[in-house]
């Protein structure tokens, strides 16, 4: 998928339109999908450029971001950064992402400034890179993939997930924006793993989705170049919504980022 591959890099050069005291304003270029929806990925991944250039001098620490409203890929997405707080370790930011349509996206952003403390953790274990042979391919992500979970098995399974991933060699200061893309695409799949006969290759058949909200949370540096494993639970599906959660690990098993979305899923016989 190398024009793919270019493209999102493409769509993470935000081009810098007005700045002031406390806010700044970017536009970005959209992925060139066949349909007309954005991809909420890449609304996520230019969130994370849009703080990180508003306050350089520190790093993305955690994002919520809401989808009120659909976003189009024939328009240029505009963004307004506006800064509440910047003080010499943290800073807080929101953001507005516009369209001709209004506002189709906000994001709450709280960045950090680097520094040395205490560092442990408590996750189970990770397990070892698949080999070849379990080489996936999914739309919409121009990644190497390896995985052993098939979200596109109908069958009753656990709501869990684990897909394998790394890019190309890539500036690391765009790491961030990358995983926020990555974290987007199979949360809903994943949960659907619990309804038997159903799987996300139904979407627009047996059921809708959109996603609602999706958090994230940055932990320590990491590269995408190296694999990164995305470890995914789906544990509800509700009142026409659902949520899933999951954790991006190193290959030594390292928790370099958390992730958490809601989501929009009406079944086609309860709509």
Not at 162 to 176: C, F, G, K, Q, S
Request: hydrophobic share 40%; proline share 6%.
């Amino acid at each position: 998928m190398p024009e793919l591959w270019k493209d999102l890099r493409d769509c993470l050069d935000l081009r810098e339109t007005a700045r002031s005291a406390d806010t700044a304003e970017f536009e970005g270029t959209n992925l060139p999908l066949t349909y007309h929806r954005l991809f909420g990925g890449q609304l996520l991944a230019q969130f994370v450029r849009a703080a990180g250039r508003t306050c350089p001098d520190k790093a993305v620490k955690s994002l919520h971001a809401v989808f009120p409203k659909e976003g189009h890929n024939d328009e240029p997405v505009r963004y307004t950064a506006t800064r509440h707080h910047e003080g010499r370790t943290f800073a807080t930011l929101s953001l507005l992402a516009r369209q001709r349509n209004g506002v189709i996206a906000t994001a709450s952003v709280s960045l950090h400034a680097g520094e040395t403390g205490r560092d442990q953790q408590t996750v189970p274990a990770v397990p070892a890179l698949p080999g070849e042979e379990h080489t996936r391919t999914i739309e919409l992500l121009p990644f190497d993939l390896r995985g052993t979970t098939d979200l596109d098995d109908r069958a009753a399974a656990a709501p869990e997930s684990e897909l394998w991933w790394r890019t190309p060699p890539v500036d690391p200061d765009l790491a961030t924006a990358l995983a926020a893309y990555a974290t987007d695409l199979t949360v809903i799949g994943t949960a659907l793993r619990a309804v038997e006969g159903v799987s996300q290759r139904d979407a627009g058949t047996a059921f809708t989705s959109a996603v609602t909200s999706h958090t994230l949370w940055f932990h320590r540096p990491f590269r995408t170049e190296d694999w990164l494993l995305l470890r995914q639970h789906g544990p509800l599906l509700a009142h026409g919504r659902g949520f899933g959660r999951g954790d991006i690990l190193t290959a030594t098993g390292t928790l370099v980022a958390s992730y958490a979305q809601e989501s929009l899923i009406r079944f086609t016989a309860e709509a």
